[in-house]
Every structure is written in C-alpha cells, then in structure tokens.
C-alpha cells in the first residue's frame, strides 16, 4: 500500500511564480491536511479539508490555497511564491475528522525553496 | 502562547541511555496525547499514544502524562543510534480542532 504520495520531492521556484504540490492518498481517508515544517517552529497546518468538496483555514493559510475535488486528492497551490515560502511541506490523511487516539499517515514530504 | 511547548534541544546521548523527552501543554481538556517519530528526510510516523493521566508502555518505550502539571513525558530505555530522530508530541486540540505538533525535539544517540 503505498499511503500518501506527494509530488514533486523537491524544488526550486523562482519568486512570483506558481506551483501546485500534488498529494494523492489511496486509503480512502476523509480528511486531509497540508502543513509546513521550519526549524525551530515545528509542524504548522496550512489548510485541512474534513471531506471531499469542503475545506478550511488551519493556522498559516495566507499565501496557499487548496481543493479537494474527490477524496483522493488534496493539492495545494501558491499563487506567488516568496522567500518566506521556503520550507518542507507535508501532506497527511487521516480515516476521518481527528480526535482522540486518532492516527494521522504523512508523506515523505516536498522540499520548496523560493529563490 | 502556543498550546504546547517543546524543549527542540538537539540532545545527545551515548547508546544504552535512558532518554527524556518532555512537552508542556496548556489546555486542561487535552486528554489523549501521542507521540510521532520522524526521521532525516521523511515525514512523521506515529509512535505511541496515551489517553490522561498515567503511563503507557511498549518495548523501550514508555509514554507518561501528568495532568496535574500539564507535562507529558516520553522515556527511551537502553537507546540505539536507530532512535536517532526528531520526535514530536501531538494532539487533536482546540485550534483548529486539527492535529497539532509541539516544536519537536531533535535526538542523536552515538555509539
């Protein structure tokens, strides 16, 4: 079972262009979240979405958008890259809205840096 | 103020030492707490949970909430360099009711 894919692993963008990092998760879970991870500031949600056509706003979403068309997929876009931007970006799935003993699956990650 | 607070370290231990690694939270309805491993360059991995006070076990590994002081705790025994990794304290919380992370305290062990 191959879990979360994301894509690309890594990249580097041009400041003020866009980019969509691709997510896909094949366990059929409802919910799905983006977060990014800096040193020193841990793991920080971007956006999370409940179930499939719904969405919402987690602690860092200026900057990000994101849609979930169907439930497999959850990608996320920057509009306009910054420097600020530049981190490791994770997506995770979890069977349904988190709570309690709840476990969340994470991919390998995508690395950004804005230049 | 964040609603949980990790030490990031880095901390250094030779093998076969009993680790501690601590976070403090400061809402008093948390009542499951977990643990998530993560690796150089890979995303994290859930390792253990335990639900309010009290301790939880399994192998080298033992998961410690103290409600009283808001401290959750988790102990390494006999530590490998394989254990070398960022670990993480998490909870579903009120933000956002999403998962949340504690900074994540980096752990080398050395033969």
């Known amino acids: 079972t191959a879990g979360i894919t994301q894509a690309p692993t890594s990249q580097i963008l041009a400041a003020g262009r866009s980019m969509t990092l691709r997510c896909t998760q094949d366990?059929?879970?409802?919910?799905m979240y983006w977060y990014r991870q800096d040193l020193g500031l841990g793991l920080r949600l971007i956006h999370y979405?409940?179930?499939?056509?719904?969405?919402g706003k987690g602690e860092v979403p200026d900057g990000y958008s994101v849609s979930r068309a169907n439930t497999d997929d959850f990608p996320l876009t920057l509009a306009s890259a910054v420097p600020s931007q530049t981190s490791v970006y994770f997506c995770a799935s979890s069977e349904s809205e988190g709570q309690g003993d709840t476990e969340a699956f994470f991919g390998q990650g995508t690395r950004l840096t804005v230049v | 103020q964040k609603e949980v607070e990790q030490d990031p370290g880095p901390l250094s231990v030779p093998e076969g030492a009993i680790v501690s690694l601590n976070c403090t939270y400061s809402n008093s309805a948390f009542q499951y707490f977990m643990w998530y491993r993560q690796y150089s360059r890979k995303g994290p991995e859930l390792l253990m949970y335990?639900?309010?006070?009290g301790n939880k076990e399994d192998g080298r590994f033992t998961a410690q909430v103290d409600k009283s002081s808001k401290y959750i705790s988790l102990f390494i025994r006999d530590s490998q360099p394989s254990d070398s990794a960022t670990y993480l304290c998490a909870w579903w919380g009120t933000s956002y009711g999403k998962l949340t992370f504690g900074q994540g305290t980096i752990l080398t062990v050395h033969p």
């Open positions: 366990m059929r879970h409802n919910a």
């Open positions: 335990t639900y309010s006070s």
């Open positions: 979405s409940n179930t499939a056509g719904t969405t």
